[in-house]
C-alpha cells in the first residue's frame, strides 16, 4: 500500500474510526511510527480529532513522594 499523505496513512491506518465509538482493544495492533516530535503532535491532533466526544487531558508528576 502506498500513501501519498498523512491523510490517507491515516484512514489507511484507523480505517473505520469515523464510524463511532471503537472497541477497548482497536489501537492495540494499530500505529504508525515516526522520527519526529512534530510529526507526532499532527498525526495525534489529526486522530483525535476523528474520535468521538470531547477531548480529556490527564496529568501526572514524576516524583517521589
Known amino acids: 500500500?502506498?500513501?501519498t499523505d498523512l491523510a490517507s496513512l491515516i484512514n489507511a491506518i484507523y480505517n473505520g474510526l469515523q464510524?463511532?465509538?471503537?472497541?477497548?482493544?482497536?489501537f492495540l495492533h494499530r500505529m504508525i511510527l515516526s522520527a519526529?516530535?512534530?510529526?507526532?503532535?499532527d498525526i495525534n491532533s489529526i486522530v483525535l480529532?476523528?474520535?468521538?466526544g470531547e477531548e480529556r487531558v490527564f496529568t501526572s508528576a514524576d516524583s517521589v513522594v
Do not use: E, I, T
Open 19 to 26: 464510524n463511532g465509538q471503537p472497541p477497548s482493544d482497536y
Open 49 to 52: 480529532a476523528q474520535l468521538p
Open 36 to 41: 519526529r516530535n512534530d510529526d507526532v503532535n
Open 1 to 3: 500500500m502506498r500513501c
